[in-house]
């Protein structure tokens, strides 16, 4: 087995290696290279720090890296580990940081961050062993968008309208948690022309927000003002949201558990809630 890295891949081969390690998986995923490709832009993959391990020169296993700032400090965010079927049992997920570990230290990153299905013990004891410890606990929902469950208020007084440039400060003045790092501003900002945003407008002002990526039907963020919830406005932008893609299902990833309003807003709507995830952090 040999390492390298993943700059030479195509967002085909990259498609194909990724598929072929999550077709089992216990949450299996496929991907089209479109949707890859907007992972890749919307997570600020570096793939010349992106380490492959290879069978014979066939890419085998990988680990997406992704470089940026979190909590002030210069991070390395793992966006994807996958192995093969045929080349698990061998310690490759700890080879391959192993490997690219130097190469991100030179590049100054402090430490490094990722999330893992919080069912998934196997790949949770690897990252333990390896220093990464859990920070948050996120719940993840996904569902078809004709099932979901609506009260019959609607906000009164109230109007929504697109925009193409996020207010972040106001924004986040809303917040009742903080999004995980492919859903945060960062990543709004890499992939402002694949996304949707609507603002919700009462007197005169901005008073809530949701954020949609129309291809995948992901709700990258939504909140509205606190003096202005519990009138419907919430309901109302997840509405305008669904409406912008045409895939016929929803999801929303990575709510922290601590945000409890916004917990029980998707629950309200029947959203059905797939495995759990813990963020992990390992310190350099």
């Given at each position: 087995m040999t390492f390298a890295f993943a700059q030479n891949q195509t967002v085909d081969q990259l498609t194909s290696l990724f598929n072929a390690a999550f077709s089992n998986y216990i949450m299996p995923l496929s991907l089209t290279p479109e949707v890859m490709?907007?992972?890749?832009?919307?997570?600020?993959?570096?793939?010349?720090?992106?380490?492959?391990?290879?069978?014979?020169?066939?890419?085998?296993?990988?680990?997406?890296?992704?470089?940026?700032?979190?909590?002030?400090k210069k991070t390395a965010y793992n966006s994807g580990t996958g192995v093969v079927t045929k080349a698990r049992g061998q310690g490759l997920t700890p080879k391959m940081y192993e490997f690219c570990l130097p190469y991100l230290k030179e590049y100054g990153v402090e430490q490094c961050l990722l999330e893992v299905i919080?069912?998934?013990k196997r790949a949770f004891g690897i990252y333990q062993g390896l220093g990464f410890e859990v920070i948050r606990s996120f719940h993840v929902f996904r569902h078809n968008k004709a099932?979901?469950?609506?009260?019959?208020?609607?906000?009164?007084?109230?109007?929504?309208?697109?925009?193409?440039?996020?207010?972040?400060?106001?924004?986040?003045?809303?917040?009742?948690?903080?999004?995980?790092?492919?859903?945060?501003?960062?990543?709004?900002?890499?992939?402002?022309?694949?996304?949707?945003?609507?603002?919700?407008h009462a007197q005169g002002k901005c008073v809530g927000y949701g954020i949609i990526y129309p291809l995948t039907g992901a709700i990258a963020q939504l909140a509205v003002a606190p003096a202005w919830r519990e009138?419907?406005?919430?309901?109302?932008?997840?509405?305008?949201?669904?409406?912008?893609?045409?895939?016929?299902?929803?999801?929303?990833?990575?709510?922290?558990?601590?945000?409890?309003?916004?917990?029980?807003?998707?629950?309200?709507?029947?959203?059905?809630?797939?495995?759990?995830?813990?963020?992990?952090?390992?310190?350099?």
């Open positions: 490709a907007l992972k890749l832009r919307r997570d600020g993959t570096n793939l010349s720090l992106s380490p492959l391990a290879l069978d014979q020169k066939e890419p085998v296993g990988f680990i997406f890296q992704n470089l940026g700032e979190w909590e002030g919080q069912e998934n099932d979901l469950a609506w009260h019959g208020h609607s906000p009164a007084d109230v109007t929504f309208q697109k925009v193409y440039v996020p207010d972040w400060p106001l924004y986040q003045s809303f917040w009742e948690v903080e999004p995980s790092w492919h859903l945060h501003t960062a990543a709004i900002d890499r992939t402002s022309s694949d996304v949707q945003i609507v603002e919700a009138k419907g406005i919430g309901q109302a932008l997840l509405q305008q949201l669904v409406s912008l893609t045409p895939s016929s299902i929803v999801s929303v990833i990575n709510v922290d558990a601590k945000g409890e309003r916004l917990l029980r807003f998707f629950k309200k709507r029947k959203m059905a809630e797939l495995l759990g995830q813990y963020e992990m952090l390992w310190p350099l």
